[in-house]
C-alpha cells in the first residue's frame, strides 16, 4: 500500500523569505501523481501545485515550486518570498494512475510565516 | 457560482442517532469523494463515487453509509455504528476517477458528538 509521510509537522519563515516543506512517500508504481494542498484556517483545502510522476521537469506555480525525487520517493514544497497569507497547514498527496482517484495524504505540516 | 456545497457547518449527534451531511456540487463533475480529518492527521477516505448509482468503501467506511443517486448529490450517513464520528468531514469532487483529474474541495462539516 502507498503511503505519505510529512516529517516536519510545524515550519516557520520570515516574511518574504523562502521555506521548503518535505514529503516522501512510498509506492511500488511507476506512474502516479502527487499534489500539495493547503488548508487555511478556513479548512477548505486549496490546490496549490501539482506534478506528474512520468515529468522530470519540476512543476512550478508562481511562488511556489517542487523538488520531485522520483528515485528518492522526495516531493518538496518550495515557497519563495513567503506571505502572510501563506500561513495555512499545507498536505503533500499522493494518486494513483490507477482509477479509483483516491487521494492518499500526509499528516500534513503547520507553515508560520512571521511578519 | 461552480463549486461544491456542504451542510450544514456544524452538526451535533446524540447518542445512537444516525445523521447526514449533504453535499452538492454543480461542477458537473462524475466523480466524488468523502474524506474524514481527525487532528493532527492527514485525510483519510471514507467513500467514493465514480458514476452515479455506484460507489465503493474507502480505507474507514465501517459505520458510514452513502448514495448517489445524482450526479450532483454524494450524502454521507453518519450511522450509530460508527462510535467515534467526531471530526471534520470534506467532500471532493473530480471530472472522473482518470488522470490527471483533480479534486476541488468543498468547505466542510465539523460534526460533535452530544
Known amino acids: 500500500a502507498q503511503t505519505v509521510t510529512q516529517s516536519q509537522p510545524e515550519m516557520s519563515v520570515q516574511e518574504a523569505e523562502t521555506v521548503t516543506l518535505s514529503c516522501t512517500y512510498d509506492t511500488s508504481e511507476s506512474d502516479y501523481y502527487l499534489f500539495w494542498y493547503k488548508q487555511p484556517p478556513s479548512r477548505q483545502m486549496i490546490l496549490v501545485i501539482r506534478q506528474e510522476a512520468y515529468k522530470q521537469q519540476n512543476a512550478t506555480e508562481n511562488r511556489f515550486s517542487v523538488n520531485f525525487q522520483k528515485a528518492a520517493k522526495s516531493f518538496s514544497l518550495k515557497i519563495s518570498d513567503s506571505q502572510l497569507g501563506d500561513a495555512a497547514m499545507y498536505f503533500c498527496?499522493?494518486?494513483?494512475?490507477?482509477?479509483?482517484?483516491?487521494?492518499?495524504f500526509g499528516q500534513g505540516t503547520t507553515l508560520q510565516v512571521k511578519p | 457560482d461552480g463549486g461544491i456545497t456542504q451542510s450544514p457547518k456544524y452538526l451535533f449527534r446524540k447518542e445512537g442517532q444516525n445523521v447526514t451531511l449533504s453535499c452538492e456540487q454543480n461542477l458537473n463533475h462524475d466523480a466524488m469523494y468523502w474524506y474524514r480529518q481527525d487532528p493532527g492527521q492527514g485525510l483519510r477516505l471514507i467513500y467514493y463515487?465514480?458514476?452515479?448509482?455506484?460507489?465503493q468503501k474507502g480505507d474507514i467506511a465501517e459505520g458510514y453509509s452513502v448514495s448517489r443517486e445524482k450526479k450532483e448529490s454524494f450524502p454521507l450517513t453518519v450511522t450509530s455504528a460508527q462510535k467515534n464520528p467526531t471530526a471534520f468531514y470534506l467532500c471532493a469532487s473530480s471530472l472522473g476517477p482518470g488522470q490527471p483529474n483533480i479534486q476541488y474541495f468543498g468547505a466542510g462539516t465539523r460534526l460533535s458528538v452530544l
Open positions: 463515487s465514480q458514476i452515479v448509482n455506484d460507489f
Open positions: 498527496a499522493y494518486r494513483s494512475s490507477s482509477n479509483t482517484g483516491k487521494l492518499i
